[in-house]
């Protein structure tokens, strides 16, 4: 009974310490005043000018939670390939499994150039031209799946018609 008492005692007194005294707090200030008006800013996660249309993020979203908008006007990226559309990610439906960032083939998905799962990492300046100078090595394995992924548009048919 004695323990229980004194467990009780020292919980109030660390609430006490958390409401009155700010201890413990992992937010600041302002993330909370954002919070409590519902005004939080949400960092960008598609980095527009990097990203090559190619849908193959649409395609393996397990939550749908990736649409492709249609650009205003369209963007010559090389002789044979035009961006069209770029993807939206709808974060009511995002579950943050960052498929879409392992997939995607130049990594514009969540500001990060590489294979890691970040949340914010700053800002990131992409310049397209000069990565697609640059050689890339794939295996044979994955670039069947990328390539069955980005010719394939059934997948995302499929995904507007709810199949």
Partial sequence: MKSM???AL???FTNFKRIFFAADR???MD???QISTL???VDDRVDESACIGCAGCANVCPTNAIEMKNLTSP???TDDWIKDQVPEINLEKCIVCYYCHDFCPVFSLYGQKGTIHPSCVGDQEVNVD???KQPVKISEDKLKVISTYLS???ILKNREDGE
């Fill in 5 to 7: 008492l004194r467990v």
């Fill in 10 to 12: 020292e919980g109030a």
């Fill in 75 to 77: 963007v010559k990226i």
């Fill in 130 to 132: 000069e990565l697609i």
């Fill in 26 to 28: 992992v937010t600041d």
């Fill in 152 to 154: 394939d548009k059934t």
């Fill in 31 to 33: 993330l909370r005043k």
């Fill in 39 to 41: 005004s939080v800013e």
